[in-house]
């Protein structure tokens, strides 16, 4: 029996060389395979609906350049999955703020995952609202699973946008781009019965088409395209419309409810201050007002009066910046507003529910020979109170003589 293994090649005398391929990569990720294994049957439990969740590790750096630990996962089921799409509430992220709280202290939100049963990988308009509003972190990334067809891709942040990762590691294996767009399964399935198998999607060589090339068949294709093309409109309207509400909502609760500010907040005031102290320094640069002024010295002084002028204007737009970025717009004023009065109505129940609790558990006192007592806000009764059941008539009550 064969005993050769390529560990002897370590023993062999080989020339000093550099591998043709640069293995250092701006950002790597890794998920612990429990984590994956987790995700997945989350994902399979109902395949009828998206799910989500968000993903929870550390960031490290070692001699290749930064990476992404994932060691942990939080399961949002509180999320809200319409139109075959889910969405953060704020019940989600009080859910996942809790468990940072308690169970992850020491570790860190690295991304989010979601699902597309039976949709393919890749992130929607929405899913990008969200990666952008959520998780803009620049080592958060977007994990997307389609249990329908065994499809999974990881996406960060590149330029700006986020963008397919071309591998990441599940424990020891690498899974790259090109694997998340094919099904392994079927492909066995269809190789194990003869059928060739080139790319997701396309027909297998030989295999009869279905297209009608007769004038009325392509009429008709044309009618049915036109048809759902227009209905795909109609209903892209309203459910634009009903996004854009959930996720402003959501943004809100998120950022305005749970205090959470978006990274970059103190350092862009923290620029702005240093500005402003420079303008300080320049202006006890500049020199007493007086004629006696040489060329010389009035030429330095309009420099600085320029130099002000211009860290003025500078310190305008960073504050316009800031403003831009951090500050809430007018519509999600109007949403923080309609979420405060639902908490504020919230929590009024809740106080009135606790006194009515604490009335019921009073004791009750003896009942008074009078008219029976009433609530304030309630007019009293002019007729004489019914007397208590064990209450003897007038009549025997009276002594004899």
Request: hydrophobic fraction near 40%.
């Amino acid at each position: 029996m064969s005993t050769i293994d390529v560990s002897d090649l370590a023993r062999e005398e080989l020339a000093t060389a550099k591998f043709p391929v640069e293995y250092r990569a701006p950002f790597r990720l890794f998920l612990d395979p429990d984590v994956h294994r987790g995700i997945q049957a989350h994902a399979k439990e109902d395949a009828s609906v998206e799910i989500c969740g968000v993903l929870v590790g550390r960031w490290g750096r070692d001699e290749l350049g930064p990476f992404a630990e994932v060691t942990d996962y939080i399961r949002c089921d509180s999320a809200s999955s319409k139109f075959a799409e889910v969405t953060f509430t704020h019940e989600s992220w009080a859910q996942i703020n809790q468990q940072m709280d308690t169970k992850f202290v020491d570790k860190r939100i690295i991304g989010w995952y979601h699902s597309h049963p039976d949709f393919g990988i890749f992130l929607s308009d929405r899913d990008c609202f969200i990666h952008e509003h959520f998780f803009s972190g620049a080592g958060q990334v977007a994990y997307v699973v389609d249990p329908v067809r065994d499809l999974e891709g990881v996406f960060d942040w590149q330029a700006g946008k986020p963008t397919p990762m071309s591998h990441y590691w599940v424990g020891s294996q690498i899974r790259t781009v090109e694997a998340s767009q094919r099904n392994p399964a079927r492909e066995a399935a269809a190789r194990a019965g003869g059928v060739s198998v080139s790319r997701a999607g396309e027909a297998p060589d030989g295999a009869p088409t279905s297209i009608d090339r007769s004038s009325f068949g392509a009429t008709t294709n044309l009618l049915a395209w036109l048809a759902l093309f227009l209905l795909g409109y109609m209903l892209a309207g309203a459910r634009t419309r009903w996004e854009q509400e959930r996720l402003v909502e959501g943004t809100v609760a998120h950022f305005g409810v749970t205090k959470i500010l978006k990274d970059g907040l103190d350092p862009s005031l923290a620029k702005v201050r240093r500005n402003l102290q420079a303008i300080g320094a320049e202006t006890k640069k500049l020199p007493a007002p007086n004629a006696t002024l040489s060329e010389e010295e009035a030429a330095t002084a309009l420099e600085q009066q320029q130099t002000i002028a211009d860290s003025l204007a500078t310190t305008e737009r960073m504050l316009a910046d800031v403003q831009s970025q951090f500050a809430l717009s007018a519509e999600e004023r109007v949403a923080l507003a309609k979420f405060i009065l639902q908490k504020q109505a919230e929590a009024a129940e809740m106080l009135t529910q606790q006194g009515a609790s604490a009335t019921s558990a009073k004791p009750k006192e003896p009942a008074a020979t009078g008219p029976a007592a009433l609530p304030p806000d309630k007019p009293v009764d002019p007729l004489p109170a019914k007397p208590a059941a064990d209450a003897k008539p007038a009549a025997e009550n009276t002594p004899s003589k």
